[in-house]
């Protein structure tokens, strides 16, 4: 049998021996293609070149390209997992003719190829022609069904329509008609009782096409009439994984050596055999599955976030972790432990993964971890509202609840709705996109501008002087009124101002307008569709005046100085953590500086003091500021500016440099580092996964930090009697209240010890199972430790449950639950103790054998216990 190593292997040699070019396959996530997020077909590389777009350099092309299909059209997502076939990303393996060979040689070498290099059995193999379009005026493809008869019979000859065969990359452009091929992979006796012929394109999981050979041979008009095209093109594509279904003798995708050794580790991780029961073989596919698109899109660059692409991607791992966490029983991150399986399967052929590993792990994980808090928050609650709608004999979760859910745990609404599918139950979607569109009207309402129309003092356009002036003579042009938040101010347009309007991660200006006897206070300054515009609370009483226009110097400089720090901290991030470091983000105020950036982990205490001191070196270097207005964008680029995070560049741009620091920027800058004065960094940490945040003052406010940070000092060094040896004396403290906690545990311990036996000597039984109760008032890890202990001594049936007060005033609840009950009576110690747990005003969950509940009533504690033994029929 081949491994899908070999197969892969064996078609790129056998294109190659027919005139090929072997191209690697295009990144996965698509940059520069507004109408594509994602590449979904093999074509997709080569759109340009079959839209004349660009040359051909290669007219015979071959690969395997890595595909993705979660949105638009080509959705899967949801079939993932369920059945034998779908999947998310996919391999298409692709031979390409632009302008070369046409129909006779693509059908003859894809026979070739399937029937003598791979061996597929002739009498499995059906295809589907072109029927032809009386619309389009096209007679039926002849030309492919008579060379398709060389080799088939014509009842396996299909006729196909217009919808299946006849491919079109748009309303206009390239298309023409395509032939399907197909095969049978059931077994003997399933063939002999019903004919293949009758399945073909039926949906059906064994008689699946494999390989679609489309004819580029037309260009549709935007008239919709078709001519020929000059140059014929040949785009194929054959699905990888059910190719190798057929070739290894398997009757799914997921039975191939691509899945198996994934699934096979997903099984040993969690102990759960694969084919075990339906909703873990289920929940195991989805892992394998949504593991490789994962590892992919980060490894073309693609990270989980909130926004288009990353959306996708963060969405398709939650899929994933929730699948898991809910079949599976992960209630910690392990996903990322799966790549080692995954690169072992694809590394060879995706050498990208190798290099990657480090990158996609700790993504991977990160995003977990934060997707398991939501998942542990959101689910207490809703298995809440799922109980509370039992109550009340409703099955459907209120939609102003769904939101909550989504609103403040970010809790998905499919996530939502599948959950609630398991119980039976569904969601109010009317209701919940109703409270989001509420939630909407907040939002706007809040911040909402209630502006009077502009008046008009004069005709003009504001020139920006503040590069070069911080004061200026200047007339207001026009001004307006306008309300928000109950609070009122006016809009203010001057003829010239050296106000930095709110831009670019800096914040707006503020100073004053001086007609020679009143100062009028500017107390921000933003932009409005591309105009500067001051905020003011009072209006000059002459607005036909001459003004001074004066920015508040002394917030502009520090402002100034944080903003070029930026650049520098910029720098120095690259050369410690590497070229692969790109400023996320940023806000320069006065007061503090952030800076986000792509790193995929926390960045080190000691990387940080590098950072620091790489910074500081800098300032004291004195660097004069080199500035270039209106510099072409490509010569900038060429001058080594960085273009940054999808910032919109005009044709013309300003370019900063400071020494070896060179970037495109539109702000406010010092004329020499040696003004910044000294950089001190606050904090380092994460904005999202694989987005890091640092936080920074620099000058005066580099000094308030330091001053902070002795008065700290000094006050700790108070509290140990100002000891000369501080650290000593702090370690000695620590050390002592550690033995004193020691002793505590080990007093605890010999307590329970103690109560254990008592509870041994006793012997209650009821419905012949040993019911253990305890009420005393032990710390809730002692009263883990205890049901453990029991658990572990017993060969008999029992149930532990523990109501226990804690120090804070309130409650918790222990259920622990013998192995024969779980499985030979179906008893779920989460069920019962999120059942229960209403007694005591709390929440809670946990496994089928072992399950916790807090809450804020102790007095609801013995009515929890005398519930434990109603729902479980031991008392009645």
Same mark, same amino acid.
């Given at each position: 049998?081949?491994?899908?190593?070999?197969?892969?292997?064996?078609?790129?040699?056998?294109?190659?021996?027919?005139?090929?070019?072997?191209?690697?396959?295009?990144?996965?996530?698509?940059?520069?293609?507004?109408?594509?997020?994602?590449?979904?077909?093999?074509?997709?590389?080569?759109?340009?070149?079959?839209?004349?777009?660009?040359?051909?350099?290669?007219?015979?092309?071959?690969?395997?390209?890595?595909?993705?299909?979660?949105?638009?059209?080509?959705?899967?997502?949801?079939?993932?997992?369920?059945?034998?076939?779908?999947?998310?990303?996919?391999?298409?393996?692709?031979?390409?003719?632009?302008?070369?060979?046409?129909?006779?040689?693509?059908?003859?070498?894809?026979?070739?190829?399937?029937?003598?290099?791979?061996?597929?059995?002739?009498?499995?193999?059906?295809?589907?022609?072109?029927?032809?379009?009386?619309?389009?005026?096209?007679?039926?493809?002849?030309?492919?069904?008579?060379?398709?008869?060389?080799?088939? #019979?014509?009842?396996?000859?299909?006729?196909?329509?217009?919808?299946? %065969?006849?491919?079109? @990359?748009?309303?206009?452009? #390239?298309?023409?008609?395509?032939?399907?091929?197909?095969?049978?992979?059931?077994?003997?006796?399933?063939?002999? +009782?019903?004919?293949?012929?009758?399945?073909?394109?039926?949906?059906?999981?064994?008689?699946?096409?494999?390989?679609?050979?489309?004819?580029?041979?037309? %260009?549709?008009?935007?008239?919709?009439?078709?001519?020929?095209?000059?140059?014929?093109?040949?785009?194929?594509?054959?699905?990888?994984?059910?190719?190798?279904?057929?070739?290894?003798?398997?009757?799914?995708?997921?039975?191939?050596?691509?899945?198996? #050794?994934?699934?096979?580790?997903?099984?040993?991780?969690?102990?759960?055999?694969?084919?075990? +029961?339906?909703?873990?073989?289920?929940? @195991?596919?989805?892992?394998?599955?949504?593991?490789?698109?994962?590892?992919?899109?980060?490894?073309?660059?693609?990270?989980?976030?909130?926004?288009?692409?990353?959306?996708?991607?963060?969405?398709?791992?939650?899929?994933?972790?929730?699948?898991?966490?809910?079949?599976?029983?992960?209630?910690?991150?392990?996903?990322?432990?799966?790549?080692?399986?995954?690169?072992?399967?694809?590394?060879?052929?995706?050498?990208? &993964?190798?290099?990657?590993?480090?990158?996609?792990?700790?993504? @991977?994980?990160?995003?977990?971890?934060?997707?398991?808090? +939501?998942?542990?928050?959101?689910?207490?609650?809703?298995?809440?509202?799922?109980?509370?709608?039992?109550?009340?004999?409703?099955?459907?979760?209120?939609?102003?609840?769904?939101?909550?859910?989504?609103?403040?745990?970010?809790? !998905?609404?499919?996530?939502?709705?599948?959950?609630?599918?398991?119980?039976?139950?569904?969601?109010?979607?009317?209701?919940?996109? *109703?409270?989001?569109?509420?939630?909407?009207?907040?939002?706007? %309402?809040?911040?909402?501008?209630?502006?009077?129309?502009?008046?008009?003092?004069?005709?003009?356009?504001?020139?920006?002087?503040?590069?070069?002036?911080?004061?200026?003579?200047?007339?207001?042009?026009?001004?307006?009124?306008? *309300?928000?938040?109950?609070?009122?101010?006016?809009?203010?347009?001057? *003829?010239?101002?050296?106000?930095?309007?709110?831009?670019?991660?800096?914040?707006?200006?503020?100073?004053?307008?001086?007609?020679?006897?009143?100062?009028?206070?500017?107390?921000?300054?933003?932009?409005?569709?591309? &105009?500067?515009?001051?905020?003011?609370?009072? &209006?000059?009483?002459?607005?036909?005046?001459?003004?001074?226009?004066?920015?508040?110097?002394?917030?502009?400089?520090?402002?100034?100085?944080?903003?070029?720090?930026?650049?520098?901290?910029?720098?120095?991030?690259?050369?410690?953590?590497?070229?692969?470091?790109?400023?996320?983000?940023?806000?320069?105020? #006065?007061?503090?500086?952030?800076?986000?950036?792509?790193?995929?982990?926390?960045?080190?205490?000691?990387?940080?003091?590098?950072?620091?001191?790489?910074?500081?070196?800098?300032?004291?270097?004195?660097?004069?500021?080199?500035?270039?207005?209106?510099? !072409?964008?490509?010569?900038?680029?060429?001058?080594?500016?960085?273009?940054?995070?999808?910032?919109?560049?005009?044709?013309?741009?300003?370019?900063?440099?400071?020494?070896?620091?060179?970037?495109?920027?539109?702000?406010?800058?010092?004329?020499?580092?040696?003004?910044?004065?000294?950089?001190?960094?606050?904090?380092?940490?994460?904005?999202?996964?694989?987005?890091?945040?640092?936080?920074?003052?620099?000058?005066?406010?580099?000094?308030?930090? &330091?001053?902070?940070?002795?008065?700290?000092?000094?006050?700790?060094?108070?509290?140990?009697?100002?000891?000369?040896?501080?650290?000593?004396?702090?370690?000695?403290?620590?050390?002592?209240?550690?033995?004193?906690?020691?002793?505590?545990?080990?007093?605890?311990?010999?307590?329970?010890?103690?109560?254990?036996?008592?509870?041994?000597?006793?012997?209650?039984?009821?419905?012949?199972?040993?019911?253990?109760?305890?009420?005393?008032?032990?710390?809730?890890?002692?009263?883990?430790?205890?049901?453990?202990?029991?658990?572990?001594?017993?060969?008999?049936?029992?149930?532990?449950?523990?109501?226990?007060?804690?120090?804070?005033?309130?409650?918790?609840?222990?259920?622990?639950?013998?192995?024969?009950?779980?499985?030979?009576?179906?008893?779920?110690?989460?069920?019962?103790?999120?059942?229960?747990?209403?007694?005591?005003?709390?929440?809670?969950?946990?496994?089928?054998?072992?399950?916790?509940?807090?809450?804020?009533?102790?007095?609801?504690?013995?009515?929890?216990?005398?519930?434990?033994?109603?729902?479980?029929?031991?008392?009645?």
């Amino acid at each position: 049998m081949m491994t899908s190593k070999e197969i892969r292997a064996s078609y790129k040699a056998f294109f190659q021996s027919k005139g090929h070019q072997i191209v690697p396959s295009a990144p996965m996530v698509i940059k520069g293609d507004p109408t594509l997020m994602f590449t979904n077909a093999g074509m997709n590389q080569f759109k340009d070149i079959i839209l004349g777009h660009a040359d051909i350099k290669y007219p015979r092309v071959a690969d395997s390209q890595k595909c993705l299909r979660v949105s638009g059209k080509h959705n899967d997502l949801e079939e993932v997992g369920h059945d034998t076939y779908h999947h998310t990303m996919f391999e298409m393996l692709g031979n390409w003719s632009f302008g070369d060979y046409f129909k006779r040689e693509a059908i003859e070498w894809a026979w070739e190829y399937l029937t003598e290099v791979l061996g597929v059995d002739k009498n499995r193999l059906y295809v589907t022609v072109f029927e032809g379009s009386a619309e389009d005026n096209l007679e039926r493809d002849n030309e492919a069904a008579s060379i398709w008869a060389q080799f088939l #019979p014509s009842e396996r000859i299909i006729n196909g329509n217009k919808k299946d %065969n006849f491919w079109e @990359m748009g309303d206009q452009g #390239p298309c023409g008609p395509c032939s399907e091929i197909h095969i049978d992979i059931r077994s003997d006796e399933e063939r002999a +009782t019903v004919d293949g012929l009758t399945l073909v394109n039926q949906s059906h999981p064994q008689v699946i096409e494999i390989w679609n050979l489309v004819f580029m041979q037309y %260009n549709r008009k935007a008239d919709g009439s078709l001519d020929s095209l000059p140059n014929k093109v040949i785009d194929t594509g054959m699905g990888f994984e059910r190719l190798c279904m057929a070739i290894q003798g398997k009757t799914s995708n997921y039975d191939t050596d691509i899945f198996t #050794p994934i699934i096979q580790t997903i099984a040993t991780l969690t102990g759960i055999e694969y084919g075990q +029961t339906k909703e873990t073989d289920i929940a @195991m596919r989805v892992i394998a599955d949504h593991i490789r698109t994962i590892a992919f899109a980060i490894t073309d660059g693609q990270l989980p976030s909130n926004a288009k692409a990353g959306y996708v991607i963060r969405r398709i791992l939650r899929r994933a972790v929730r699948y898991g966490y809910t079949f599976l029983g992960r209630r910690e991150a392990f996903m990322y432990t799966l790549i080692p399986a995954l690169i072992e399967t694809m590394g060879d052929a995706y050498p990208e &993964l190798i290099s990657g590993r480090d990158l996609i792990q700790r993504v @991977m994980k990160e995003e977990e971890e934060s997707f398991l808090r +939501t998942l542990e928050t959101g689910i207490r609650l809703l298995d809440k509202k799922i109980e509370e709608a039992k109550e009340a004999n409703t099955k459907v979760l209120v939609g102003e609840d769904a939101f909550i859910l989504y609103d403040t745990y970010g809790f !998905p609404l499919d996530l939502t709705a599948l959950i609630l599918q398991e119980h039976g139950m569904s969601v109010d979607e009317a209701g919940f996109e *109703s409270s989001m569109q509420k939630q909407r009207e907040r939002a706007r %309402n809040a911040a909402a501008i209630d502006a009077e129309d502009w008046h008009i003092v004069r005709e003009g356009e504001t020139q920006f002087v503040g590069y070069d002036f911080t004061e200026i003579d200047t007339e207001i042009l026009r001004y307006r009124k306008v *309300s928000q938040k109950n609070k009122e101010y006016y809009q203010v347009v001057l *003829s010239a101002t050296p106000f930095y309007a709110e831009m670019g991660g800096q914040v707006g200006d503020s100073g004053y307008l001086y007609d020679g006897t009143n100062k009028y206070e500017v107390f921000d300054t933003k932009r409005e569709n591309n &105009l500067a515009v001051h905020l003011m609370k009072k &209006l000059p009483e002459d607005v036909t005046a001459h003004f001074t226009a004066h920015i508040d110097l002394e917030r502009r400089r520090a402002a100034e100085a944080n903003h070029t720090a930026t650049h520098l901290l910029h720098e120095a991030l690259r050369e410690v953590l590497g070229q692969h470091v790109e400023q996320k983000g940023s806000f320069v105020s #006065p007061e503090v500086l952030r800076f986000d950036f792509a790193h995929f982990s926390k960045v080190e205490p000691e990387q940080l003091r590098t950072v620091e001191r790489l910074v500081n070196a800098r300032i004291r270097a004195n660097m004069v500021r080199e500035e270039f207005r209106n510099v !072409p964008i490509a010569e900038a680029q060429a001058m080594g500016a960085m273009a940054l995070f999808g910032e919109k560049y005009g044709e013309e741009v300003r370019v900063l440099k400071y020494g070896t620091s060179i970037e495109l920027c539109g702000g406010t800058h010092v004329s020499a580092t040696g003004v910044i004065g000294f950089f001190r960094i606050l904090s380092e940490s994460s904005v999202a996964a694989g987005v890091r945040r640092i936080e920074a003052v620099t000058g005066a406010g580099a000094e308030r930090v &330091l001053y902070e940070v002795e008065d700290t000092l000094r006050s700790i060094r108070e509290l140990f009697n100002n000891s000369p040896q501080l650290i000593t004396a702090i370690k000695k403290t620590v050390e002592e209240n550690a033995e004193l906690g020691k002793q505590i545990q080990d007093l605890v311990k010999a307590q329970i010890a103690k109560y254990k036996a008592t509870l041994l000597e006793r012997r209650e039984e009821l419905s012949g199972v040993r019911v253990f109760i305890v009420r005393e008032d032990f710390p809730a890890d002692a009263i883990k430790d205890l049901a453990f202990q029991l658990a572990g001594e017993l060969q008999e049936s029992f149930l532990f449950v523990a109501g226990n007060r804690t120090p804070d005033g309130k409650c918790s609840l222990t259920l622990m639950l013998s192995k024969d009950l779980v499985e030979q009576r179906g008893w779920s110690a989460a069920n019962i103790i999120r059942s229960v747990a209403k007694h005591i005003q709390g929440g809670g969950g946990g496994q089928a054998h072992f399950a916790t509940a807090g809450g804020k009533n102790p007095e609801g504690l013995g009515a929890a216990i005398e519930q434990v033994l109603l729902d479980t029929g031991l008392k009645s």
